[in-house]
């Protein structure tokens, strides 16, 4: 599974990547969205505080598992595992992920229901495809 990859194999995830960042920046166009989030009236602040509060906190334990304790933990010959593995997170600081998947639960389910004024029955879809387009956009990232 993590083994080479082809280089057809490359370009078909660069594709996928692409087709997706495009969708989801036609969508943010087309709908306004990151205005909106910021300025439009319909939109239940309390609640979309709350919710970009959660997502602020999983990007802080997102860095603190990918930068923090690769630094603190480099590799040696007394760890074997690398500190920026799932195997190491598991064993040094396992709550961490089960507190990072209820953030991005409740944090969604908030961030749909703030903005369901403006989209209505469609803002699970806008949402999810913005956000999917954000995550795709992270293959474009080059690796040193």
Do not use: Q
């Not at 969708?23 to 602040?45: E, G």
């Not at 997502?55 to 598992?65: G, H, M, Q, W």
């Amino acid at each position: 599974m993590y083994g080479k990859r082809t280089r057809s194999e490359r370009i078909s995830d660069k594709i996928h990547a692409f087709v997706w960042v495009v969708v989801a920046a036609c969508t943010a166009s087309y709908t306004h969205f990151f205005p909106t989030l910021f300025t439009d009236d319909r939109i239940m602040r309390p609640i979309f505080n709350i919710s970009m509060a959660l997502f602020s906190i999983n990007v802080i334990l997102t860095l603190y598992l990918t930068i923090y304790l690769p630094c603190k933990f480099p590799r040696s010959p007394t760890f074997n595992v690398c500190a920026s593995s799932p195997e190491f997170w598991g064993v040094y600081c396992p709550r961490v992920v089960p507190i990072m998947i209820f953030n991005s639960v409740i944090g969604s389910y908030l961030m749909v229901r703030a903005c369901v004024g403006i989209w209505g029955f469609l803002t699970p879809l806008v949402i999810a495809v913005v956000a999917m387009g954000m995550f795709f956009s992270l293959h474009f990232i080059p690796w040193c």
